[in-house]
């Protein structure tokens, strides 16, 4: 049993690693967010960087050169480092956000899909409200009330971005529990979190992964769009702080272009990095969407 | 059913294309429009509400006070015409102005004058009512006298900025009210009148004919809010508004470049301060370290302020000190020996004679029971200046062995979190007047709950401020205000960062007669409404910008036309299935 099972997922990663090393969005995604992993990872480590330390008069908004590799910021900053640090941040936001999201979209997911009836209408109403309610000014509230430290931003753009995973994993639950299999675990005594963990998660989680790395994209426009806004955490320099201060200092209209284009660049590859991979999965996994 | 809807669907597209036309006519006779760009709107139309600068400034263009201040920021009439003062310098006698009428009509008498101070003085209300202290008695024996008596001579009685209200509009409001009605229609005396307030966008006054000032230069005044300094000044170049305030010390080149354009770093009575909670009766959730004096000098001389001026406000301001600021009479500067200036060493060693030593090396000092120097610093997250200086000054003082944590909030936020004295410090500024009592009174005790956002008491300092109120004679009175400042300087609830400078910019290509107030001072904001009164438009010159007053005007009235057009063809559409 346990070998037939050993060669049926042998078989399926490689039809996946198929897939995706022959899916040019895929490969063009998974390099781009390599590189800004590694980024992440070494960056601060080679360039450390510490924003309570401030330049003097002479070096604010410097233009690149050999000593600062993209400038200077109005405060006397280096940009390089910054933007090195910021990667860690947007990144780290970006991730633990969409796990949030991800834990609570499929469990909500699953179990309204898997029980029906009352519990099903309940949680899907909850999940319509989270859907239909203007997002910007829901978190813009919230982050207001709760405060701007990143691990409360964090919370809130988990906690209300998890209704679309939730929509979609249900619908492929609601499919799944037909299948004989699920009846035949029934039928020897599985009881309901058995079924739902050992059966149908397995059975869904190609798309929750899909769906999450699509996540991810959003969470990290959410973070960048709320520092921008001015409600980051000030101790942590994500791209959206820096974003923020530039526009504050009006970086824009005095030509200062290594203030706010980094930052902007990196949060658009990123963000394409993840959308690319986000789509081309749901490409690779869902065989409906396969290119034959 | 869905008849009656489309025919209520048209119904008001035709209805709101005729007053979208409506409002784009009414502009026709070409008055000479004003637009001044602001960054921060009134907070209230209600002077009981207000805290802020700019009402401070819209009230006195749309009402009068008793007397005002000139171009040289003397004393001269306002609704009252003359004044005297008894032999024992308790009782004055104002002779009122007799040809004033109210913007709705109504004849302004001296019950008007009776009953807004007296309405005040009960009730304490907003930033007006301290210019009142100090007086028992206001007496309307006639139409056109007011006589005032106070117990103890009143220094600051000419120094009086408080509006004066319509006493037949206010009566009506019940007196558990005030403090909470919008007053969202002003009734005014004063050389404008308000026309309207759109919250977010802009706030729109118009020349009263019916003024003792004479009918002002400027037909229409239009403050406009900006939420970005940038655009904001853009805007000034462009000629889409005549004036700007308050933009960012990066763009007073750019804007000063310009031949049309007069760009000012004005010097201005005002401070930005870094504010310690000070509550410290046993019920307080104040930080019981930051309650020592010795802690609360560390920081300062932790602090290069000249160093944070210099980057964060381009060196526009001037490193600060006490509380009133150094462009008037009263300022006390401190003695060489008293003084605190930027020296780390001092902060360290300060810290270390009061006992506070890093017991477990992790680069953050204790006090002997082991409660670390570490402090919340809340910051105005709108306000990207003061979360800057915010950072540097937490940089800082990680010199000296303590550490600020910063969070930033909302505005409204922080003001909720004053009132509840659930804060430890924070950053933000204030205005003075030319008298220092309005300054003083923020820290005195009866202000706790009201201005005073410290919660600072000092018993001394109370009798003191009563008493200064009562010295006639200014050098003895200094002598008094400056001991004032002396005690609050040794305490330390505020940390008095910078004297500020307002950056303003005028067209002068479009208005002429621009007056700095005083010499080095600003074209607004400066305690009078001179400007306003005194500008006139070029001759010749016509308005180019569009009409931020009328709205929408043509582009609505496109997108008026082609929502028309749509809705019209779906349902001929409709009608055709």
Redesign the interface.
Known sequence: MSSIDGVMRRKKLKRFWNGFKNNRMATTGAVILVFFSVAAVIGPVLFPYNPMEFGTVETILQPPSTTYYLGTDNLGRDIFRNLLSGARISLMVGILATLISMFLGTSIGIMSGYFGKTIDSVLMRVTDFFLVIPWLPLVLVLVAILGSSVWIIILVIGLTSWAGTARVVRSQTLSVKERPFIERARAIGADHSTIMMHHILPNVFPLVFANTILVTAVAIISETTLSFLGLGDPTRPSWGMMLHYAFQSGAASSGAYWFFLPPGLCVVLVVLGFTFLGYAFDEILNPKLRRR | MKRKWKVSMVMILVLSMMMLSASATDAGASPQTMRIGVTVEVDSLSPFISYSQIGFEVFQLIYDSLVMLDENLETVPGLARDWEISDDELEWTFQLRDDVQWHDGVPFTSADVKFTYELLLENELGMYSGYLGGITEILAPDATTVVIRTEQPKANMLMNACPILPAHIWSEVTPDEYDTWPNSSPVGTGPFKFQEFRPGEYLKLVASDNTFHGRPGIDELIFVLYA???TM??SVVLGEIDAATNF?P??LD?LDNNATIDAIAAVVMGFTQLSFNSWDDPSSTAHPLLQEFPVRHAIEYSIDKQ?IL???YS?QGSVGTTLVPPEGFYHYEPSESELRVYDVLRANQVLEEAGYMDLNGDGIREASDGTPLDFLLT?R??N?DE??A???I??MV?EAGIKF??????DG?LIDKIYAGDFDMFIWGWGADLDPTTILNVMTTTQIGSMSDSNYSNKTYDRLFLEQQTIMDPDERREMVWEMQRILYEEAPYIILFYDNSLQAVNTSRWTGWTRIPEEGGYFFNLTNYNYLHVQPVAGVVDAAPDAGGGIGFAGMIIGGLIVAGVASFLMFRRRK
Do not use: F, H, K, Y
């Not at chain 2, 944590?405 to 909302?410: C, R």
């Open positions: 970005n300094t940038d000044a853009q960012s990066s763009q750019t160093r210099d980057m964060v060196g910051l997250a709108d990207a979360v800057q915010g950072q540097m937490a940089g990680a944590n910063i969070e930033t909030v909302d936020a």
